[in-house]
C-alpha cells in the first residue's frame, strides 16, 4: 500500500489501533470513526484473511456503528458475511454472539436477547434473519430502533419492553441473510431502515488460497494456489451440475487443513505432490462415477505426470474389515475406502451428508466404522434420529406462547446430553431423513464454524470437538446452497458396492453346502441378464432399485427353499425350479398394466424366450403358475383357489370371494410375513390392498 499522506483514503480505510496516553486507554481508529477498545479476551483464535472485500464491509459496518445505525451483510452462502463481522468484533476487543434465527423465535425471546447485549455492550450477529416471520420483524424493528435512540441519546439507562435496563454504548446489532432461499420473508421497511446494508459478493479466492498455503507452512504459495483455484473453477464448468458438488469458500478452506496436515505430516515430499495429494484425495468421494475421468484428466493436466499414491493406514484397514466381519459383511476394498474416506471427512468437517441411493449401503458404512471404534475401545456414542418423523417444534423445541413455558425438542435433547458427556470417544448424531430446508436451516450455526445450536428459549448447546453431525440421504434437490457449503460430502454411486456382496452375505446364512455351491451358480446365471434388461425395457409401478429386487428374490427363496420343497440331498434342477418361480416374482411382481401395453404380459414373454432350462406352460404368463408341493410341476393358481362359504351373518361389502389374484398374493404375503420380512402392496384405489390385509 502507497500512501502520500495520512489523511489518503488507503491509508484512513485501515482499521489502526493507537494507544492515548492522556486518557490511558487503546483506541481503534478506521475512517473516520473512532472506536474504544473493548479489551475483551477472546483468546488466539484464528484471524481472516483481509481482502478487498473484507475491507470494504468493514468500512460499511464500522460507518453504520458510527452513525448509530446496525449492520446487514447480505449475499450468497459461503461469502463470510458472519466471520467478517466476528472478525471486525476481535479487531475491536468485543464478544459477538452468533444466533441462528428460527420460525419458533417470537418478539419476547428477541427481546430478551437484545436486553442482555444492551446490558453487556457484547455484539448479536443474527444469522438468516429472514426465516423470522413477518409478524414478528415489524416488532423486533421497534425493539432496535428503542435500543438506537437510547445510544444516540447518550443515555446509561433506559426503559426496554416495559422494565429500566441499563445500556452500554458498545453494543452493536448485526443481521445476516442469504436472499431468495426457501423459507425466507422480506424485511419490512421499518426495520430495512435501522440497518445498513453490505453487498457480500464472491471473495478474492487467489489471495485466500495463497494466504492460507502460506500460513499452513507452504513456501511457493502464489504458483499452487493459482493451480488450486483453476481445478476448482474447471470443475464448476466442465463437470455436470450435481445438487451435491460445491466449489465454494468452505471447501477450499477444508482442502487447505487437510494439505497443511499431510504437508506437517510428510515433511520431506515436494508441495506440489502434497497439494495434489489432497485436492486429488479429498475431492474423489465426492465425484459421480460419470465425472470420474473428467476430474482426474483436470488433475493430470495440473500436476502433470505425477503419480502419488493415497496415504494409507493398512492398520486402521484391517481394524475396518475385522468389524466388517464382525457385522457379518463383506470386506470388499471399494466398500473398505468409503469408510476409510468417511472417517477422513469426519477428521476435518463436523458435518458430513452421506449421499446414496436406497440400498448403496449407507447405514452401513456408518455401522462400520462405529463398530471399528468399539473394537479399538474407544467408547463411541451413537444416537439417531428421523428429523421428518416429527415436526419443526418437536424436533429443536418450542416456548407455549400462553404460558411461556419451554417445551424441550429431541434433537435439542439429544445434542445437549452428547454435549454433556466428559470422556474424548466420538459422538455422532445420525441424522437419518430428507433433507429439507424448514428443518435443517436452523442446524446452520452448529454446521459451520460456530458450532452451537440456538434455540428459541436462548439456551445455547455446543459442539464439542468429539461430536459428529451425520446426515444419511438420498438426494440434495431441497437444500439450499447455504445448507451444502457447510457439510462434507461422501456420494456413494450405485456402482461402488452394486448387489454381490448382499447376496454372498446372503448365502453365507444357508446351512445346506449343496444350497450354497447351486444358488452361486444360479444368481450368476439369472441375475444379471435381468437387472440389465429391467433399467430400459419394461414399466414398473413404483421406482424399484437394484438392491430392493435382489433382496425380494433372497427374501422368497428363504420361504420357498425349506427342507419340505427342497430336501438336502435332492438334484439341482429342482433348486432352480425354485429359483425361476422366485426370480419371476422378485423382478417381475412389480410389473404395470397400462392403457396400452400389459408390461407384465411383455416381461412374460421375454423370460419364456430368455431363459428356457425352466419351461413354464405355454398357456397364460408365467404369473399364472405356482410349483405344486407333491409333484414338484407348474400348476395354474386357479386349481388351487379355495371354494367360497358364503356366511349370512357377515355384511355384504365385508365378504370377499376368492379368486386366483386373490389366492397368490395372499400366498406371497403369507410366505414373507412368516419370515417377519416387509410387505409393501402396490395399487390404485378400490384395488383391495386394504381387504386382502384383513382377509
Known amino acids: 500500500m502507497k500512501a502520500e499522506n495520512a489523511q489518503e483514503f488507503a491509508w484512513l480505510s485501515q482499521i489502526k489501533h493507537r494507544w492515548d496516553e492522556k486518557q490511558n486507554t487503546c483506541f481503534v481508529d478506521i475512517c473516520d470513526a473512532i472506536f474504544k477498545y473493548s479489551n475483551e479476551y477472546l483468546g488466539n483464535t484464528p484471524r481472516l484473511v483481509i481482502t478487498p472485500l473484507t475491507d470494504r464491509c468493514y468500512i460499511t459496518l464500522t460507518q453504520s456503528l458510527h452513525l448509530t445505525m446496525s449492520g446487514a451483510p447480505a449475499g450468497p452462502a459461503g461469502t463470510g458475511k458472519t466471520e467478517t463481522t466476528k472478525d471486525l468484533g476481535r479487531a475491536l476487543g468485543i464478544m459477538v454472539y452468533v444466533f441462528n434465527c428460527s420460525e419458533q423465535m417470537d418478539y419476547k425471546s428477541i427481546g430478551n436477547i437484545y436486553k442482555g447485549l444492551s446490558q453487556s455492550g457484547a455484539w448479536g450477529c443474527f444469522d438468516e434473519f429472514n426465516r423470522i416471520s413477518i409478524e414478528v420483524l415489524s416488532v423486533v424493528a421497534v425493539q432496535v430502533k428503542c435500543i438506537q435512540d437510547a445510544i444516540r441519546d447518550k443515555l446509561l439507562r433506559f426503559i426496554f419492553q416495559g422494565e429500566e435496563i441499563s445500556l452500554l454504548a458498545t453494543v452493536g446489532i448485526f443481521i445476516t441473510m442469504n436472499p431468495g432461499y426457501a423459507g425466507r420473508t422480506e424485511l419490512p421497511e421499518n426495520l430495512k431502515a435501522l440497518f ?129 466381519l464382525d457385522l457379518k459383511l463383506q470386506p470388499e476394498d471399494q466398500f473398505i475406502l468409503k469408510v476409510v474416506q468417511f472417517e477422513e471427512l469426519l477428521a476435518v468437517r463436523h458435518s458430513v451428508f452421506v449421499i446414496g441411493n436406497a440400498g448403496t449401503g449407507k447405514s452401513q458404512l456408518c455401522k462400520v466404522l462405529f463398530r471399528t471404534y468399539q473394537n479399538l475401545k474407544r467408547k463411541p456414542v451413537w444416537s439417531d434420529l428421523n428429523p421428518k418423523a416429527v415436526t419443526n417444534d418437536e424436533l429443536f423445541g418450542f416456548i407455549n406462547p400462553a404460558t411461556r413455558e419451554w417445551k424441550d425438542g429431541l434433537f435439542s435433547n439429544i445434542m445437549r446430553d452428547q454435549s454433556n458427556i466428559t470422556h474424548d470417544g466420538p459422538k455422532w448424531i445420525v441424522l437419518d431423513g430428507d433433507i429439507d430446508p424448514m428443518w435443517i436451516e436452523s442446524l446452520n450455526t452448529v454446521m459451520d464454524d460456530n458450532k452451537v445450536l440456538t434455540l428459541a428459549s436462548n439456551e445455547r448447546v455446543p459442539l464439542t470437538p468429539t461430536m459428529r453431525l451425520v446426515f444419511e440421504i438420498g438426494h440434495l434437490r431441497a437444500a439450499t446452497p447455504a445448507t451444502v457449503s457447510r457439510a462434507g460430502i461422501l456420494y456413494i454411486n450405485q456402482a461402488d458396492l452394486g448387489w454381490n456382496p448382499f447376496v454372498t452375505s446372503w448365502i453365507d446364512t444357508r446351512e445346506v453346502q449343496s444350497e450354497k455351491a447351486n ?144 389366492h397368490r398374493l395372499s400366498f406371497f404375503v403369507n410366505l414373507l410375513m412368516k419370515r417377519q420380512r416387509p410387505v409393501m402392496l402396490v395399487g390404485g384405489a378400490g384395488t383391495g390392498k386394504t381387504v386382502l390385509m384383513v382377509w
Open 519 to 662: 444358488l452361486i451358480i444360479l444368481f450368476e446365471k439369472y441375475v444379471p441378464t435381468c437387472l440389465e434388461t429391467l433399467k430400459f425395457r419394461f414399466k414398473k409401478i413404483t421406482p424399484l432399485v437394484d438392491i430392493s429386487m435382489i433382496k425380494m428374490l433372497c427374501y422368497l427363496l428363504e420361504g420357498l427353499l425349506v427342507p419340505e420343497n427342497t430336501p438336502p440331498d435332492c438334484n439341482k434342477e429342482l433348486y432352480e425350479l425354485y429359483f425361476v418361480f422366485a426370480a419371476v416374482w422378485a423382478f417381475g411382481g412389480a410389473m404395470f398394466q397400462d392403457q396400452l401395453v400389459d408390461y407384465r404380459s411383455e416381461f412374460s414373454k421375454w423370460w419364456s424366450s430368455e431363459f428356457k432350462t425352466i419351461k413354464f406352460p405355454s398357456q397364460g404368463t408365467v404369473f399364472d403358475y405356482y410349483i405344486d408341493t407333491e409333484s414338484k410341476k407348474f400348476i395354474p393358481w386357479s386349481e388351487a383357489v379355495p371354494a367360497f362359504n358364503y356366511d349370512p351373518d357377515l355384511p355384504l361389502q365385508a365378504t370377499l370371494v376368492p379368486h386366483s389374484e386373490t
Open 196 to 324: 445498513r446494508p453490505c453487498a457480500m459478493v464472491v471473495p478474492d479466492f487467489g489471495m485466500i488460497c495463497e494466504i492460507m498455503l502460506m500460513s499452513e507452512g507452504f513456501i511457493d504459495a502464489r504458483l499452487l494456489a493459482r493451480k488450486f483455484i483453476t481445478l476448482y473453477e474447471l470443475c464448476r464448468e466442465l463437470l455436470s451440475k450435481q445438487d451435491h458438488y460445491d466449489w465454494g469458500l468452505r471447501a477450499i478452506k477444508s482442502v487447505l487443513v487437510v494439505a497443511g496436515a499431510l504437508k506437517r505430516s510428510d515433511r520431506g515430499r515436494p508441495e506440489t505432490e502434497v497439494l495434489m495429494r489432497a485436492l486429488r484425495d479429498f475431492n474423489i468421494p465426492k465425484i459421480i462415477t460419470d465425472d470420474m475421468p473428467v476430474f482426474m484428466g483436470l488433475i493430470g493436466d495440473l500436476f502433470p505426470a505425477m503419480d502419488v499414491p493415497r496415504k494409507r493406514d493398512l492398520d486402521n484397514e484391517a481394524a475396518i474389515k475385522r468389524a466388517a
